[in-house]
């Protein structure tokens, strides 16, 4: 008999999907990867679930926050499979036949100051990402060098404080540093591969990626074609060999998975990979390739429920 696993998916985009596209949760539109009926089909057990506002200017982006909060509130009322997660006693509701969504703020720009942060504490943030791409009030992403900056220490203090888990994808290298050093969480990389493999200034170093398995987090293999490898068709093989990577310099205890689904076009995906419910696909890879159950068991839940376990209140 198959056996069938918990399954933890560390970063989709389902709110900015369903705004920036201007579509339904529920629509049967197959250029969405995640939608209703995919999702429930999936077997995925517990999604951290994107606050992404970078697509607006900068003056809009605490309101776009806001209103994604209320998408995700529509679909707690609409949709019973679907619950919020905001601690460790929520996430044992995983025996019952239910959805968990736990917020995750990628790029901390609608967090104004320290008040807004304790209104979107209430609200159910649990996971913060400092920066997206670009330099904000409190660092630099990945696209421009630079350290973290004052306002950056005074929110992972204050993060700290409310057991907010730090996100360090998306940071530059400098504040990557600044930050981990900083925060007294155990940290995670919700959706990076290894540089080394693919050398895009979104994945993340030898040392980084040892850094993060150190302070006990996590680092989630993403899905998104260009973070993978230099191809024109990404295949399921070349996910492998992120998966192998990561497993060997983070060690099995500090793998998990970050798909980033619906975060980019469908085409921007491996083959195969064209709805959240595909992402079973990867367990039946790593079961091909005779990865031991117990590896694979810690990748898809085990290692990041640890996390939660610990830095969830």
Known sequence: MKKQRYLIDCHQDIAYSIRANKRPFNTDDSSY????????KSGLKLIFSTIFVSHVKREKRYEEAILQLKEYEKIFKKYIPFYKVKSNNDIKLKKRNKIGLL???EGADPIRNLSDLDYFYLKGLRI?????????????GASKSGPLKKDGYKLIEQMDKKSI???????SYE????AINTTNLIPIATH???????RHKRNLTVSQLKAISNKGGTCGLVLYNDF????TLITMDDLFNQFKYLLSKCG??????????????INDFPIGIRKSSDLYKIIEMLEKKKINSRIIDKFTSKNILRVLSENLT
Request: proline residues 2%.
């Open 252 to 265: 099995e205890d500090h793998i998990a998975l970050g798909s980033d689904i619906d975060g980019a076009p």
């Open 228 to 231: 993978i490898a230099q191809k």
């Open 33 to 40: 990867m995640i939608t209703l009926d995919e999702t429930i």
């Open 128 to 140: 913060l990402g400092l920066t997206w791409n670009k330099e904000n009030k409190y660092g630099f």
């Open 192 to 198: 990076s591969n290894s540089y080394f493999l693919r």
């Open 103 to 105: 917020f995750l703020m």
């Open 175 to 178: 504040s990557f540093w600044d």
């Open 165 to 171: 888990t730090l996100d360090l994808s998306h940071l």
